[in-house]
């Protein structure tokens, strides 16, 4: 659904359908969000985000799309298709709890030069034990779509809960937490939050934000929950994320902070690693349906309780 203001937020039009999901079972969107294309010949043009789940005889797939508007959205494109989503959702290792992330939840940022980035959780980059996350970039409005990579540094942990923007000057930044400082002898379960960095898509650097800290003190609700609405901004040469953290303070369990994070002084340069995005694995890659199938189910059921029941009608 959509409603838009012409005179500054005073009045509302109506509100109307401008995409409607169609399979041949059941479908639905989950986590639109629209960016602006800011420059370039397409300057002012729509673009929405969408993680479309079709469920058929109690099979649920997901892909990630794009719908676009020319004309301040009064009429929208036909859908166009970024990729598949893979996500298995995030667990703790030992106990096998949920992590209540960002799963099926994309991310976009709009680039000056009128590009458009998309990250999002996918597990296809490790056979399906645990989730990295992938990005994808169009060059052309969102028209077409490069492959997906994977752009988290520590291959063997889960990472989850991306969000994206585009410096000024065409720096593309990523905050997301993982899991790689979590040990089996150590009964907390540890997460850290990092910014990736890049020009191209390919070459990365990470900087370390905030932890280790203790993500099974976070309020539980369906999985240890820090929130999968955060957010990432810029001003000028830093990076302003908004990101919550746990808190040993067992009557308030979560705090929201705002580092600056001054991506171009020699500091932080200093301590940042640099390394390559990856691809998936070809052939012989491992099914992990059951995963999927899994995540797709936590994430829905959260968010409306008895999901599952209604898809089978």
Known sequence: MLARSVDGARTWEQATPFYTPVSDGTSQTIGNRIVVLTAGAERGVLVNVFTQIDTLRNLSTTRLGVVRSADKGLSWSAPVFISETRSVG????ATGHAVRDGAEVPTIAAAPDGGLWVAWQDARFSGGQHDAIALSRSIDGGRSWSEPLAINRASGAAAFTPTLTVRSDGLVGVLHY??????????????????????????????HVAGPFDLAVAPDSGGYFLGDYQGLASSGMAFLPALVLSSANLSDRTDVYTPRIDVGTQAVKASMTTYWARTAPSGGSIDFRTAQQRAV????????PGWSARVRR
């Open 297 to 304: 189910r936590e994430v829905m059921e959260r968010r409306v």
């Open 90 to 93: 995030t667990h703790d290792p």
């Open 178 to 207: 993982d899991l790689r400082n979590d040990t089996a002898n150590d009964p907390r379960l540890l997460a850290d939050a990092w910014l990736l960095t890049s020009r191209d898509g390919v070459n990365w650097a990470e900087s």
